[in-house]
């Protein structure tokens, strides 16, 4: 179906579907169940493993190779043939196991389908194989479950979903099933949707099935990385084509040979082996043997530098790569929410390595109560582990948590001394979360939300240790505050208390009147250390650095620009533009943008295929399911080997054990230096080959005896 789902308010979708809120009848359920099929991730027919063995057979240099090895048994160099046999038993087994992956990605994609749904039907709740879904189910969802189908959510109660292998963006989404979005807005901001494969992390919520099997984002994605077809690598392309004008030689070389020899009257036998010889003599029979330890010896000093090769011929690869299309989140950035800054009023703290420097004075003690009423109002929790915090929950809180660690406060110790007593939580309608926690001899109400929302609640600021009511005046420069920040791609939240009397209960309107201000904090997942460095040497290389991402196009810019990707004179480019945008024109552009964000699957693909257009080498990295087909069709496909879904590694050529893109570039600085290798390889047995080929032909030609015999060249 073709609709766009999420752009439909909730009466239209049950009507264009023929559902409504208490689902389909058993027999209308299995009705459509004959119509549509099973909700399943089928897989394309398949090879026979015997015609994908033989198909590595096929290039000219491994045809001569077989002739060599024919030639070297019948002239009883057993030893020769041998080792020839084996080096194409290799080459065969490497290049079988690089077709036969698509098909194992696929099947990790099947195993991210849900095994059983919950769904409404003939008005009754029940339970049911999540294969049996068809469009028009009502299904429901509770914190933990996987969704099983593409829904139209109908109700979500905080309702978060954690979309990062379909998004590739690891922050929980808050969903709001009473939105109607617009027709083109991108997969990740669609708020009133929940897709196959993504797990609900906190909240409840239905939602009425909209797509199942091959129809989901799921099966489009599986649709995708059946039907890319992989390329031959830079080396294997120069191979092949040297094979082929080594092929021609070898013929031209023993036509001439054997003419020569009729016109001089030389015996048949004797011309037969001369021509042997030569052709023998053409084929460096010792190439395959020499690449293949060459780059195995590399593959062993990547697996050192936490780049894990599962693809031979891509450890090559990555020495021609002239663009890296780089994910952002977890490679780019450290995949952990950081309070970067905090407005107090009026005065802006950076928060740096040297945040206890910050509590001195007054506006330490303003910085302490902000981020006691942050680590109240908070439902996340920190685990002490080896190297930093373990955050269990949701990471914006849990950065708030972290925060207030770091600035010397201990959380448990707070929590045990100031426990909770009421709470309203945080919805996505209400954009803040309240509670009450018992304080000194009174409680305290705890406020953080939408920096908007809690200043409109509030009446006073704390300044300076005081209280003093807030002025609009005062509230403009909170509000510019706001918007200075949100142009540097931080994520905001204001935080507010005020002090309440101990009751037994408390009205949600009660607690929030008259407000006190404290501050805004700002949040960003910050860039890795490293990467500024491993950029500024892809540039000195000649390799250009593009950042591909589902996040906003505003953080995209603000982390490409903190890492020297995105400057001055370069383009962004968000998921509507591309998909305005067509191949032609892209690849006219694509050398100037260096940042696309909100993208799809699809347009993930768009992008390396302009570049490959434009005789791009592509390394492309990745970590979810959205990113499956762009690996399979980028020269060299890169997955995250901490974050990274089954489906990435599968599809992969290549695996950062570490997440992280300074592996990328070391990875790419010994490709090059293995390239170079391997050249200098080809460079000295060809040299070796022409001497024995003019050999044997200047004697042939002179008349003198056959100065080599094949078995003596091989």
Known sequence: MGETWHSLAIENVFEKLGSGRNGLSQPEAEARLKIYGFNEIKEAAKRHPIFLFLDQFKSVLILILVIAALISFVLGDLADAGVITFILFINAVLGFYQEYKAEQAVRALKKMAAPQATVIRDGERRRVYAR????????????????????????????????????????????????????????????????????ITRGRGAGVVVATGMNTEFGKVATLVQTVEEEETPLQKRMGELGRKLGLVAVLACGVIFLAGLLRGIEVLEIFLASVSLAVAVVPEGLPAIVTIILALGVQ????????????????????????????????????????????PHQMIPLTSQENAALSGGRGQHLRLLFEVAALCNDAELRREKGGWKVIGDPTEGALLVAAERLGIKVNELREKRPRIFEVPFESERKRMDTVNLWDSGAVVCVKGAPEIVLGLSSMMLVDGALREMSDEDKKKVLDANRSMAERALRLLA??????????????????????????????DPPRDEVKDAVEKCKSAGIKVVMITGDNELTARAVAREVGIFEENDFSMTAA??????????EKI????????????????????????????????????????????????????????????????????????ATMVSAVEEGRTIYSNVKKAIYYLLASNVGELLTIFIAMMIGLPLPLTAAQIL
């Open 590 to 661: 694509v050398e100037r943008v260096k940042v696309y964000a909100r993208v799809s699957p699809e347009h993930k693909l768009k992008i390396v295929t302009a570049l490959k257009n434009r005789g791009h080498v592509v390394a492309m990295t990745g970590d979810g399911v959205n990113d499956a087909p762009a690996l399979k069709k980028a020269d060299i496909g890169v997955a995250m080997g901490i974050t990274g879904t089954d489906v990435a590694k599968e599809t992969a050529d290549m695996v950062l054990s570490d997440d992280n893109f």
């Open 132 to 199: 049996e879904l068809v469009v028009g189910d009502v299904v429901l969802l509770e914190a933990g479950d996987r969704v099983p189908a593409d829904v139209r959510l109908i109700e979500a109660v905080n309702l978060g979903v954690d979309e990062s292998a379909l998004t590739g963006e690891s922050l929980p989404v808050a969903k709001d099933a009473s939105m109607v979005l617009s027709g083109d807005t991108p997969l990740s901001s669609r708020v009133n949707m929940a897709y196959m494969g993504t797990v």
């Open 495 to 524: 935080v507010a208390y005020k002090e309440v009397e101990v009751k037994d209960a408390y009205e949600e309107g009660e607690v929030e009147e008259g407000l006190v201000f404290l501050g805004l904090v700002g949040m960003m």
């Open 577 to 586: 533009e591309l998909e305005k945008t067509e191949i032609n024109e892209l």
């Open 301 to 344: 000093r990547m697996a050192r530098r936490n780049a894990i090769i599962r693809k031979l011929p891509a450890v090559e690869t990555l020495g021609c790569a002239t663009v890296i299309c780089s994910d952002k989140t977890g490679t780019i950035t450290k995949n952990e929410m950081t309070v970067r800054e905090v407005y107090i």
